[in-house]
């Protein structure tokens, strides 16, 4: 049995994450109101975030735990691996990373069980 490498883990789940992101978008467009594009744009994070680190294993870089694109970013420039200038427009997909997405959800429990009564 031959055991997949790590950026080819990191590639086939990034495409996934992709393929989410195009089904929900589709039925935020079609109205589904139990979506929102916060959950659209976490897919898009997380497939940009993948394939960043699936160029890094694929250069036999080793990277840090972070879901920070311009961290890997920066990484990826350190150790002049070539990418498209228009990469950098990754980077505002950061906010919908993990942490991100745990704080919109603490926040809005802050909103909904600490009103002022």
Known sequence: MEFLKQYEVLFKK???DLKAAK?????F???DEELDLETVMF????????LLKALLSYNGVHFSKTHDIEKLLNEIRKNKIEIL????????????SV????AVIYDDL????????
Request: hydrophobic share 35%; aromatic share 6%; net charge negative.
């Open 110 to 117: 802050l909103v909904e069980f600490v009103k002022p009564r």
């Open 29 to 31: 467009e079609d109205g």
């Open 14 to 16: 990034a495409k996934t």
């Open 43 to 50: 897919h898009l994070q997380q497939c940009a975030e993948k």
């Open 23 to 27: 089904i929900l978008l589709k039925s």
């Open 99 to 102: 942490e991100g997405r745990y």
């Open 85 to 96: 200038n228009e990469i950098e427009e990754l980077i505002d997909l950061s906010e919908y």
